[in-house]
């Protein structure tokens, strides 16, 4: 089955349909009514008539996240970006002509309204910098169900199916999208808001009430209300899809989820990533597969997303099935509009064309394990020199030893006093069936064999002492890397606690 059989099927053709449709939302949508693109195009010298290939594309100037940053003068960039309709322009439409002609003034009118008022908000959870707030319109809405429910087709989900959505509720797409893919869909999901409306108690108490058959969340979250269950011998044989979004989920976290699925009698559950981001106002998902033969990547809607691959320190673009950032271009958005975004997201498979091996959909797909460019960070661990630590590889390293229930990576200075040496303390709280001594022989070795640094120390906790730690049910997210550097306060990540932006 074709997720929509509105595309050509053959990649060549497919990738020109795409520029075809860019050409024309570009023309008729962004450029006549986004300030922003209308001035960077000017600039640039770019018409979209002249973009004829992917080639070209590198024509217009990519968007980054730094774009959005207030401007000192008080202006506000985040507003540049959104879709402001001008009457006289769409009124001179061709479809609105004919519109106004079979249907009268009042018909075009509403048009408008539901293509350009702004009726939903998601914004981005400020992890590094303010939040950016997007805008939805009624259009957008539209597409969020049909992506929506596009997700839950890739997925193999059926309409009766009960799912249970975990997402906290906040204006975050996860949860939002979550919510249009049920209506989308036409599929029963209850959304308990996650720990932080509910606690993990009402969250128990709803899983046992419904017993549903797929459970939508993040994984930390998911991964601790599935092991409540699992001590509490509670079973959930019809539980078939465990749907995870809103954070990384690597390979061992999966396994992890798995594990305890079967510890809940449910034997046959697929355990699948979606990936989106606030400025895609969509998101994408795995389709089954067995995993012995690895994921076939998230599956991309051709018509409404147009995706490039490129190096992410030249921004030249990649080759076909090549590794680097993920660039993200929408192809039939309203409200806020960004074009050539630079997610600041790398992937290690890359873009793949050719249709899924697995489920035969012909559209573009995202393979491997997506990690984010921002978490390199600077250790100053030896006397010398500054150390370049990756940490979305140790988390790999983390999700994938056995044992490790959960963890947390804390950098601090030593004594407190920044002028010290950098420590990184590893946190930890160890599953049954292992002796203390055994799992820290386990960590240092397998740290120092895939990262060559080790942790000063590693504390072992309680569930409870290491959920405190996290900021579960506080947070927004579980802060699975803090930094507690003194100096670090205003130029690092993590160490700003995520808000809720209410
Ligand atoms: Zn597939």
């Not at 078939?240 to 809103?246: N, P, S, T, W, Y």
């Not at 051709?302 to 190096?311: F, H």
């Not at 890359?350 to 697995?358: A, S």
């Not at 056995?402 to 950098?422: C, G, S």
């Amino acid at each position: 089955m074709t997720l929509n059989p509105r595309w050509p099927s053959d990649p060549r053709s497919l990738r020109n349909w795409q520029l075809d449709r860019l050409r024309r939302y570009l023309s008729r949508t962004v450029l006549p009514f986004s300030a922003y693109y209308r001035r960077l195009f000017d600039q640039a010298g770019v018409e979209p008539a002249a973009l004829r290939s992917i080639d070209d594309l590198r024509r217009i100037p990519f968007t980054t996240k730094s774009d959005f940053l207030a401007e000192t003068d008080g202006s506000d960039p985040v507003r540049d970006f959104v879709l402001v309709p001008d009457k006289a322009v769409l009124s001179r439409r061709p479809s609105s002509v004919a519109k106004a002609l079979l249907r009268g003034r009042k018909a075009v009118v509403e048009g408008f309204e539901h293509e350009f008022r702004p009726l939903l908000l998601t914004s981005t959870t400020g992890r590094s910098s303010a939040p950016v707030p997007f805008l939805y319109t009624a259009h957008d809405i539209a597409n969020l169900e049909l992506a929506g429910a596009r997700v839950m087709r890739v997925c193999d989900a059926n309409r009766e199916m009960r799912m249970m959505n975990l997402f906290p509720f906040a204006p975050h797409l996860a949860f939002w999208i979550t919510h249009y893919a049920s209506t989308g869909f036409g599929v029963f999901v209850l959304g308990t808001g996650g720990g932080k409306v509910m606690g993990t108690d009402g969250n128990l108490r709803l899983i046992r009430k419904i017993k549903p058959d797929v459970l939508i969340g993040m994984p930390t979250f998911l991964y601790h209300v599935l092991t409540e269950l699992a001590d509490d011998s509670f079973q959930l044989p019809n539980l078939r899809k465990i749907v995870l979004g809103g954070e990384k989920a690597p390979l061992g976290m999966r396994r992890k989820l798995r594990a305890l699925a079967q510890k809940l009698g449910a034997e046959k559950v697929d355990v699948l990533r979606t990936f989106g981001f606030t400025e895609a106002k969509l998101a994408w998902a795995e389709c089954p597969f067995h995993e012995d033969a690895g994921s076939a990547g998230y599956h991309i809607h051709p018509d409404l997303a147009l995706i490039e691959i490129v190096d992410p320190k030249t921004g030249e673009p990649r080759g076909e099935c090549e590794p680097g950032e993920i660039v993200f271009t929408p192809l039939n958005a309203r409200g806020s509009v960004v074009l050539r975004y630079r997610t600041g997201d790398c992937i290690d498979g890359g873009l793949f064309q050719e249709p899924c091996p697995f489920c035969g959909r012909n559209v573009p797909r995202l393979v491997g394990e997506i990690s984010r460019t921002s978490e390199v960070r600077d250790l100053r661990l030896g006397k010398l020199k500054g150390t370049l630590v990756d940490f979305n590889q140790l988390e790999h390293v983390l999700d994938n030893v056995e044992y490790v229930a959960t963890w947390q990576l804390e950098i601090r200075k030593r004594h407190d006093d920044p002028l010290e040496l950098d420590e990184l303390i590893l946190h930890v709280t160890k599953a049954d069936g292992i002796a203390e001594d055994q799992l820290r022989a386990t960590l240092n070795e397998r740290f120092v064999s895939e990262t060559e640094i080790h942790p000063n120390r590693i504390e072992f906790h309680s569930v409870e002492e290491l959920q405190r730690r996290q900021g579960f049910g506080t947070q927004l997210k579980e802060q699975r890397v803090v930094d507690h550097r003194p100096a670090a306060a205003s130029q690092d990540a993590t160490s700003v606690p995520e808000t809720t932006h209410e």
